[in-house]
């Protein structure tokens, strides 16, 4: 069963910044996910929006746009990260205003992650290649560049929409391994459910399946995912969004029979975890 820090330890830190990564690993992460936007001037940094008011404090600003999209990454890195819910989460709210929104050159090339696995979410890939940005080739140079496989490091890359992360898997070498995200939102006009149809379509393009856990906790779907060799995760685990005990739910999800889990605060799930092996 592996632990993912969604977006660092966003339950404790600010989403997306280098100090939520390196506290996720240190309260026992497998891995890391954090997401990639894009700017006006083409370089990749760590936000989960392109609307960046809700996570930097954008607002103390005087910028035109909320948009990373129409910023450039001179003006991203006057920004400082605040917490997305601060009534829930106060103290991280705290730290409102202390980190930095880091590049993705930054964070593959961190000397702490050696050794370590990073799952990076492409996000909107088709909306910044629309503008004319190319995120998919930005994305493969900074990999190219940071020696990762040299330095031991385990990439997943993950992405919503399905032709962006096949361009991203022709670009990409292996051994980085490629997730298609699933959410019942995200599906195709009028299907309802993953289907067997597409279950397969996924196994012959992907190495894996990450699914909303309304998704995973409704019918057999991650027997089915599994049977044809994908492996299965679920997101996300939270304590705030526990439905009953905070353990009980944990363990609910884990009994899905997921390969792994994005959770917000890793440390109470690695103790459910514990707990049951």
């Known amino acids: 069963m592996q632990i993912f820090g969604h977006r660092g330890a966003c339950g404790y830190l600010p989403e997306n910044t280098m100090e939520s990564f390196e506290?996720?690993?240190?309260?026992?992460?497998?891995?890391?996910?954090?997401?990639?936007?894009?700017?006006?001037?083409?370089?990749?940094?760590?936000?989960h929006d392109n609307d960046l008011s809700h996570t930097t404090d954008i607002a103390n600003h005087s910028f035109l746009s909320n948009k990373v999209?129409?910023?450039?990454?001179?003006?991203?890195?006057?920004?400082?990260?605040?917490?997305?819910?601060?009534?829930?989460?106060?103290?991280?709210?705290?730290?409102?205003?202390?980190?930095?929104?880091?590049r993705l050159s930054e964070v593959l090339n961190n000397p702490a992650f050696n050794q370590k696995h990073l799952i990076i979410e492409l996000k909107f890939?088709?909306?910044?290649?629309?503008?004319?940005?190319n995120p998919v080739e930005a994305l493969a140079k900074i990999l190219d560049e940071s020696?990762?496989?040299?330095?031991?490091?385990?990439?997943?890359?993950?992405c919503f929409e399905?032709?962006?992360?096949?361009?991203?898997?022709?670009?990409i070498s292996k051994p980085a391994r490629f997730v298609f995200l699933s959410a019942p939102d995200m599906l195709p006009n009028g299907v309802t459910e993953l289907t067997d149809e597409l279950l397969t379509q996924i196994a012959k393009n992907f190495d894996g399946l990450s699914l909303a856990i309304s998704m995973a906790l409704r019918g057999d779907l991650v027997t089915r995912a599994k049977a044809m060799g994908l492996e299965t995760f679920l997101f996300t685990a939270r304590v705030e969004t526990a439905e009953g005990g905070v353990d009980e739910w944990f363990k609910m999800l884990i009994e899905t029979g997921v390969d792994g889990i994005f959770c917000d605060q890793p440390d109470q799930l690695a103790k459910v975890v514990s707990s049951l092996t």
């Open 69 to 102: 999209e129409e910023l450039n990454l001179e003006d991203v890195q006057k920004l400082r990260a605040i917490e997305r819910y601060p009534e829930g989460r106060k103290d991280s709210a705290a730290k409102d205003g202390q980190y930095a929104i880091p």
């Open 147 to 158: 020696g990762w496989q040299a330095r031991g490091m385990r990439i997943t890359i993950e």
């Open 162 to 171: 399905f032709e962006i992360l096949q361009r991203l898997r022709d670009r």
């Open 125 to 133: 890939g088709k909306h910044f290649a629309a503008l004319g940005l």
């Open 23 to 47: 506290l996720a690993f240190q309260l026992g992460s497998d891995a890391i996910e954090f997401d990639v936007v894009m700017t006006k001037d083409g370089h990749l940094v760590i936000r």
